[in-house]
């Protein structure tokens, strides 16, 4: 690969004019997509527009001539075209944690009364943390287990008559794999238990299939559509830091339980003030206070500028795209940087939109070279304790933004320009 070659890539690129969406800064390989995605150019205009028309003008009117008081659906709605669900199916809300929070307890409930003998819930101990923790909490409160596996292939090992809910991450956080969901799906169903999904990686980013194109009367012992899912606004949906997260129920569990955090907007009549709960039909019971307007306004114009993609071959295009990406990208620091072992798998059907890099010797080059490549103008990240992690989001990013950046990595490795005491001073966010 030569940089000509990249740039023929990018000349050919039917993606290509999805790039302008964005407002990127000059003269930045923009390379953290995955942990905050760039503003789209229309968010400011919209976002000006909520604030000094239908707040400033239309005040509380904008609860119904703006309509916001279903913009968590609408933008729900959109979101859920890029994931395979259906209109009505998933809202945007709260957190990504607090949405797990809302969806592992009503997976809870629902197996503490079907199958009272299940105790325990299965995860990798790589999961994200805050996973972890929900899901650590969640166990002592209700008095269940939980079980951390510490590779994906033993997982199915894990799927016996003590499982209750299959608890995973699509994209993992650290290492960039992408596992199957569907399979491991169908496999904890199989088993009896439930599957909950984070797509903080995956939404925006890669393919996903919640329905997995199967029709109401499938058993769900032989269903790959899993039983609940949340993700996140702000990474490759492009919403805005903080985003609203989403959070989605299949359509056999929609109606049936409460989620703990009983507000009054997930409430059947909120507007008629009552005393006693009762959740809204379908998904709305899953919100809880009022919405965050002008965060969801955000999330909207970034969820669009995924939505772009649709007359280009939607999300198909931009995972195939993604996919040359991380592969070009990959290659070159393999040919470039002797230093440096791939973590992120070889294998593009287990890959998501990431390249995860790990010094072969000295551990504190991660940090420090993340931080003289952002000197450079390539940013990436550094995730504890020793990964150098580039997101690649397929909207905006080239082929030569992924060749280069690799020529960077490797001239900072080379001319030893990590070792500067500037790039080894700690900041609170890394
Ligand atoms: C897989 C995964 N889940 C959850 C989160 C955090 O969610 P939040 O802080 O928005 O609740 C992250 C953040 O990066 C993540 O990577």
């Known amino acids: 690969m030569t940089r000509d070659d990249a740039l023929a890539l990018d000349a050919h690129d039917p993606l290509a004019p999805l790039r302008e969406l964005f407002a990127l800064p000059p003269g930045t390989i923009y390379l953290d997509g ?12 919209r976002v000006a527009e909520v604030v000094t028309g239908e707040w400033g003008r239309g005040l509380i009117g904008s609860w119904n001539q703006a309509g916001w008081i279903t913009l968590a659906q609408r933008v729900g709605d959109k979101i859920a075209r890029l994931v395979g669900a259906a209109p009505g199916e998933l809202v945007a809300a709260d957190s990504t944690s607090v949405n797990l929070y809302k969806v592992l307890a009503a997976a809870l409930a629902i197996v503490r009364a079907d199958a009272p003998q299940r105790t325990r819930i299965v995860s990798e101990r790589s999961n994200f943390p805050t996973d972890l923790y929900i899901a650590e909490s969640l166990a002592a409160e209700r008095g269940f287990e939980l079980l951390l596996v510490d590779t994906p292939e033993a997982i199915p090992a894990a799927l016996d008559d003590r499982c209750a809910v299959l608890m995973l991450t699509h994209v993992n956080y650290r290492t960039g794999r992408l596992h199957d969901m569907a399979a491991l799906t169908r496999a904890a169903h199989a088993a009896g238990a439930l599957a909950v999904w984070d797509l903080a990686h995956s939404a925006g980013a890669v393919p996903v299939d919640l329905n997995a194109g199967e029709a109401d009367f499938v058993d769900w012992r032989t269903s790959k559509s899993p039983d609940f899912a949340v993700g996140c606004g702000y990474k490759f949906l492009n919403g805005g830091p903080g985003a609203p997260a989403f959070v989605w129920a299949h359509r056999r569990h ?14 059947a009549a909120p507007f008629e003030f009552t005393p006693g709960y009762r959740p809204a039909p379908g998904i709305a019971r899953y919100l809880c206070g009022t919405p965050a307007i002008l965060a969801l306004a955000a999330l909207e114009c970034g969820v669009d500028t995924v939505l772009a993609a649709e007359p280009f071959g939607g999300m ?22 002797p230093q440096l ?5 070889e294998a593009d059907a287990e890959r998501g939109s990431q390249v995860c890099l790990a010094p072969r010797d000295e551990p504190a080059l991660a940090y420090a070279t993340v931080q003289a490549l952002i000197a450079r103008g390539v940013v990436g990240d550094f995730r504890a304790p020793d990964i150098l992690r580039f997101g690649f989001t397929p909207l905006y990013l080239r082929h030569v933004d992924a060749y280069d950046a690799a020529v960077h990595l490797a001239e ?16 609170a966010v890394t």
Do not use: I, Y
């Open 412 to 427: 900072v490795l080379e001319r030893g320009e990590w070792r500067r005491p500037e790039f080894n001073r700690r900041q």
């Open 341 to 345: 072992a791939r973590v992120s798998p």
């Open 316 to 337: 198909a295009a931009l995972r195939a795209k993604s996919l040359a990406l991380t592969r070009l990208f990959a290659d070159e620091v393999s040919a470039r940087c």
């Open 34 to 45: 995955n942990s905050l995605g760039v503003l789209p150019k229309a968010t400011p205009a």
């Open 254 to 267: 929609a109606g049936r339980f409460a989620q703990p955090l009983s507000g009054w907007m997930g409430h």
